[in-house]
C-alpha cells in the first residue's frame, strides 16, 4: 500500500509518510521483476484518502475545515470506504489479475 505522494500530494506536515509511501511507488517496477522469476506478482495500491475513522467530524484528527477541502477534492462527493481498494486488492490476487505486475494503481475515486 502507497499513497498519493507520486501524484504531487502535499503533506508538508508528514515528510516521513510522504517519502516512505513515495519510496514503496517508486521502487515496485524493479522488486516486481526480481520476484516474478519466482512466482511471485507484486504490485503497490494507492487507495486515497478512506475513512477508517479517522476522516468523520466526531472522531478526525484533523479540523474540520481540512475535512472539508480533502472532501471537496473527490469528484463522486464522498470519502473512500475500506471495501473501496479491498476490491481491487481482491481482483489482483484472483486469477483475473494474475497479468498485472509491477504496477502502481490508484483505486481513489479520482481524489486530486
Do not use: C
Not at 486515497?48 to 479517522?54: E, H, L, Q
Not at 478526525?60 to 481540512?66: G, H, I, K
Not at 473512500?80 to 505486475?101: C, T
Amino acid at each position: 500500500m502507497t499513497s498519493g505522494q507520486i501524484n504531487g500530494g502535499v503533506m508538508e506536515n508528514e515528510i516521513a509518510y510522504a517519502t516512505s509511501k513515495a519510496a514503496l511507488a517508486g521502487i515496485t517496477p524493479s522488486v516486481a521483476a526480481d520476484l516474478i522469476r519466482a512466482g511471485i506478482v507484486l504490485n503497490t495500491v494507492n487507495p486515497g484518502p478512506v475513512n477508517t475513522g479517522y476522516l468523520e467530524a466526531d472522531t478526525a484528527d484533523r479540523p474540520p475545515e481540512v475535512l472539508e477541502e480533502v472532501l471537496s477534492r473527490f469528484p463522486g462527493g464522498r470519502f473512500g470506504e475500506p471495501d473501496d481498494p479491498a476490491r481491487l486488492i481482491a481482483w489482483l490476487v484472483s486469477d483475473e489479475g494474475r497479468w498485472m505486475v509491477g504496477q502502481v494503481l490508484s483505486s481513489d475515486g479520482g481524489f486530486r
